[in-house]
């Protein structure tokens, strides 16, 4: 466990000092734009699109973070050979996959954090007009940090066997494919005119039940419009967060059977 | 790893797949709890670029949706209704959530699509009427969206007060539990769907606001006849207002102005309760009689008269009093195609099957010393493109109708000669109790308990479009 | 095994080697003992060229055993197979056919990781930390914590003449001082066996000679070492034994000593008057004949029938016998030598990147 924890905070500090703060500051730059750009519509309407604009800045931002960071912390360390020096020191090579996944996920956090926490300040100051500290924000920050932990346990069980570039696309092919559930949820069940054959039915079923639906954790509607409530809310974040957890398992145990026989 | 450790974590990643797929199950129905629903998606990819559908998709479902709503204003603004409706959909199955689209949307519907004479158009009032019944069952606990609803069926629009007095009470039984906040935990099987009761009221707390819907739905009780409903009701909301001034002093002063208003009604409502009885009788006759006189090719004048005149000296408990000319009694008239049947509902689709080459016009006309005339010039919205009065149809039903229950056509004081339900009034020729009112969206065996005056004129097509001075009537 | 932990490390670079005896040798696990630190039986490792789809064989069934406590130099052009081989051993990536053992287990195994350690070509460390931080960070892989790694990671960091940078980012590292922070990392776990990829490659004169005499003392501890390298002058000066690998194959196995002895004699011959038939007899008999000045050179085989045919030419031509001198022959030739042989036998020219991964 200390093995891994050593390692996962070794890879959180060369994370953090790495080009992410670009991502950060790009956030920052959209987020005060933000603050400001609506400013002429109506008050309902400049607060919802600053909400829902502000939690997909976060969350596409998490998934560039995400992306780039997990699809590079494996590969990166055996292009500069740090993981010789690691592995040939007492530590298997699942504490070693483990303690990068978890150091990723850390910068990950810290990242989203930051900005959940600036985006809450900027609305306080900015939109609210009783400036409100809207805590809630920082649920549908949660819950995207949920989905990016999905994300990064994605891009390291696919680095474990492919090159960062094809990494790259393919974890973000299946990013947006998971962020499609509801049509893939569609295009599985009956089709209106009842035109679709089984087959197709089955693929789409088959799409949507295995692979990560990252549309599930897109729960940013309660907090964009505070007043609406959604029955058994907090069941379903809780749910949503099992599904984070063990679906990102999967993909560890996956990454660390392929790891295990893997030459580095 | 060891070659059996190595099975038995491939045996575990299929395992874990197992609770993955039942939890995405459980997910499935809930999401759509803030989703599109199923049925919805492939109609959004129809309707939406594809990029649009994409970024929506990716998270931004919400922002796509306001972005279209301020650009749907744009259209408003610009007159652009016809844009309005599909926006109004798109965003609403993008968002099912933002309230203030199913409210100004069915506020366009009712209100804002008039001709150049700022007459409504009435075709797209069953629209709204499904709009907000989508928005209600989309957001059960926003009951400002069940205020919407009751008072387009109240007022002036439909006169439907039975479905205004459902949509009112549906809104005062939403509990503040069904709400969000506060949850109570029963200690004994540690759910939270208890009822928080309410220490005052011994039951549960409604989350309706006491002067939207608590008022409203006394207001629509007394349009209805049931006046000791609406002195109950009034009775409720000053209890209301009373524990809310206590409970929530941030809203101390609405709650106190409300509290004074609906002091006053349930004074005057249990007064006028004991003299309308008495001093509405003998009905006046109110000699009706209505005409409409064309000027030129689709231009009118609706006139006719009514003898309000009677009712400006009554007996007031037992004194005899005189309040002067009654004036502010309107009359309704309504010109639409014969036989054209106004649907109850519209579903709300993203090609609206809107009655097309339907002319349906509708307007009123105040009673002043007895007599009411009112021009309109149809012929500006006859023109172009799908316009609003079409005349495509051979023959035209026009009907001038008085309801004595509309709040809007029969002020108090008129009402206090003529009663709660036209008790107080009567006409040789034109009385009519079929309970049916013009251009109300009753359902077919809906009929309202009143004593309407109504007058039906049969126009043709060659009446409408002759040149030349000519009444009809 | 010296054990003089009371002698405290000097500062400064050449002070750094001196100061280690005994200094770094607290407390080796004695556990093995088997003759063989390493032993590898008829290793073959293939790998694909990603690009030409083709196989590679980058180790071509090698065997050997390293004894415990030996300095054994593994040498080869770039390419030859030295790394991969190396890796074979760290269990870092896995035989085709052949076993390699060390300590007597299979590599990879965490017991023995405990008690050994690899210093890569080249190492990268995390650069944001400063030296300390990435001794204190290997450290803590081996399960040290709080005063005992401080200890440990302060000793050693004296240790490579690190003491003054200790704190600095390695971002503003030169190449020398991350060879020292390598070092540093790898006696972090006080190793019974040390595999030493290209220690010196690239280094500047002062941190190659630092190095080296780092070697040497590890080598007075009695540790094992594997050392790869193609600087051929400090094995010859530190190793008991080396081979030769070239292209995939032991070309040559053997001490030192013997493999530099066998070589050839220098005698000079002064007097000597080098006219057609004494020249005709060097021809048939020595290797060189070269005039230089008065004297003349002649260089023949160090076996004794060589060296007398040689001498009994010079008598013959009743010229004096200045000198017989044995040449050693030093590494250089041996490795070009072999390297030669290795061509040959490849029927090409000196490929040096044929074999991948290494």
Sequence with gaps: MSTIWTLASGTFGEAMRRKILNVFLFVAIAMIVLFFAFASFSPTSDMIITMATGLGIISMAGVFISVILGINLIPNEIDKRTIYTILSKPVKRHEFLIGKFLGGLATVFVNILLMGVLFVIGVALFKDPHHHIRLDILEGVLMIFFQLMLVNALAVMFSVFTSPFVNFFLTFAVYIMGSMSSITEALGGESANGKRSAVIQGIFKAIHFLVPNFGNFNVQNPIIHPDVVIQNMAKYIATNILYAIIYSLIMLLIAILVFDRREV | ?473 | MANNATQQPDQGDAGAAAGMTGAISSGTNDSFSGEYAIEIVNLVKRFRNLITREWVTAVNDISLEVKQGEIFGFLGPNGAGKTTTIKALLGLIFPDAGTVKVLGRAPGDNDVKYQISYLPESPYFYEHMSAKEVISFYASLFGMTGADREKRVDYLIDLVGLKSAGNKPLRAFSKGMLQRVGIAQSLVNDPKVLFFDEPTSGLDPIAHRDIRDLILHLKNEGRTLFLSSHQLSDVEEVCDRVSILYRGKIRKIGRVDDLIAGGKVEIIADNLKLDEKTTAAFKAKADEVEQIGSRVHITGGADNASKQAILDIIRAAKADIVSVTPTRRTLEDIFIETVRGGEEEAGEALHLDAAAGS
């Design chain 2, 1 to 473: 790893m060891k070659p059996n450790a190595r099975l038995i974590a491939i045996f575990v990643v299929i395992l874990l797949y197992v609770p993955i797929v039942l939890m995405q199950a459980w997910i499935d129905p809930r999401r759509h709890e803030f989703e599109p629903k199923n049925d919805q998606i492939g109609t959004i990819g129809k309707a939406l670029p594809i990029e649009f559908t994409l970024v929506a998709a990716a998270g931004f479902r919400e922002a796509i949706a306001g972005l279209l709503w301020v650009r749907t204003d744009k259209f408003f603004h610009e007159g652009n209704y016809d844009a309005i409706v599909p926006m109004v959909r798109i965003i609403t199955w993008l968002d099912p959530h933002n309230v203030d689209v199913y409210q100004t949307g069915a506020w366009h519907l009712d209100y804002n699509f008039t001709d150049n004479e700022q007459r409504s158009d009435r075709r797209y009032l069953p629209l709204s009427v499904a709009l907000l019944e989508e928005g209600i069952q989309a957001n059960p606990t926003i009951t400002k969206l069940y205020a919407d609803l009751a008072f387009t069926h109240y007022f002036r629009k439909m006169c439907n007060y039975e479905r205004a007095i459902y949509w009112y009470r549906k809104a005062q039984d939403v509990k503040e539990t069904d709400s969000k906040q506060p949850y109570s935990t029963d200690p004994d099987t540690g759910k939270r769907d208890q009822y928080v009761i309410d220490p005052i009221l011994g039951k549960p707390r409604p989350l309706a606001d006491p002067t939207i819907v608590g008022h409203g739905l006394a207001h629509a009780l007394q349009a209805n006849g049931d006046i000791d409903g609406a002195i109950v009701q009034w009775q409720h909301c000053i209890d209301e207002h009373k524990r809310l001034i206590i409970e929530s002093p941030e809203t101390k002063y609405q709650d106190e102005s409300g509290l004074r208003v609906a002091e006053r009604n349930l004074f005057e409502t249990i007064e006028r309760k004991k003299f309308r009885t008495v001093d509405t009788q003998p009905p006046i006759n109110l000699d009706f009689d209505a005409w409409v006189v064309r000027t030129a090719p689709r231009q009118f004048r609706f006139e006719g008269r009514a003898n309000f005149i009677g009712a400006t000296a009554f007996k007031l408990e037992g004194h005899q009093v005189t309040w002067g000319p009654v004036d502010g009694a309107r009359i309704a008239y309504r010109l639409e195609d014969d036989g054209y049947q106004q649907p109850k509902e519209l579903p709300f689709e993203l090609n609206v099957a809107l009655p097309k080459n339907v002319t349906i016009m509708q307007d009123s006309a105040s009673v002043t010393h007895g007599k009411f005339s009112r021009r309109a010039n149809l012929d500006q919205d006859s023109h172009g493109d799908n316009p609003m009065y079409p005349f495509k149809a051979e023959r035209y039903k026009l009907t001038f109708w008085f309801d004595p229950r509309d709040p809007a056509s029969s002020p108090p004081n008129l009402g206090d000669r003529i009663g709660w339900l036209g008790e107080g009034l009567t006409d040789s020729k034109y009385l009519d109790l079929s309970g049916k009112v013009p251009g109300s969206l009753q359902g077919p065996d809906e009929k309202a308990n009143v004593r309407l005056i109504k007058k039906v004129i049969y126009l043709t097509r060659d009446d409408i479009m002759g040149t030349g001075e000519k009444k009809f009537e």
